[in-house]
């Protein structure tokens, strides 16, 4: 499967963002999706995680007030909602597919996309 990740821009702080990660070569709802985020100098983070079904969600604790992560595998798409972002939100946002494990582990994670970029500005 590949995975592309859209939607990031620059945004104020408090200001709210979907990103969207689309599936292309193979049928999304064979896997577990993360999305995970690097800023810069910083090592990279699980943001959010769904599970294949859609009915477990795993969130980091940085954004678990704040991120959503939702899915429609008919439309073969993952989406991160981000409400109040911060300054500290700042990150290239990654998603990423897993067939085996839950809750998830980021070293289980492949077919990693190209990244989007977040930019809070405050």
């Known amino acids: 499967v590949q995975l592309q990740a859209s939607g990031g821009g620059l945004v104020q702080a408090g200001d709210s963002l979907i990103l969207s990660c689309v599936a292309s070569?193979?049928?999304?709802?064979?896997?577990?999706i993360g999305w995970f985020r690097q800023a810069p100098g910083k090592a990279r983070e699980v943001v959010a995680a769904?599970?294949?079904?859609?009915?477990?969600?795993h969130l980091g604790d940085s954004v678990k007030d704040r991120f959503t992560i939702s899915r429609d595998n008919a439309q073969n798409t993952v989406w991160l909602g981000m409400s109040r972002l911060k300054p500290e939100d700042t990150a290239t946002y990654y998603c990423a597919s897993d067939s085996t494990t839950w809750p998830p582990v980021m070293d289980h994670y492949v077919n990693w996309g190209q990244g989007t970029l977040v930019t809070v500005s405050s």
């Open positions: 769904i599970i294949s079904s859609g009915l477990y969600i």
């Open positions: 070569g193979d049928d999304i709802s064979r896997y577990n």
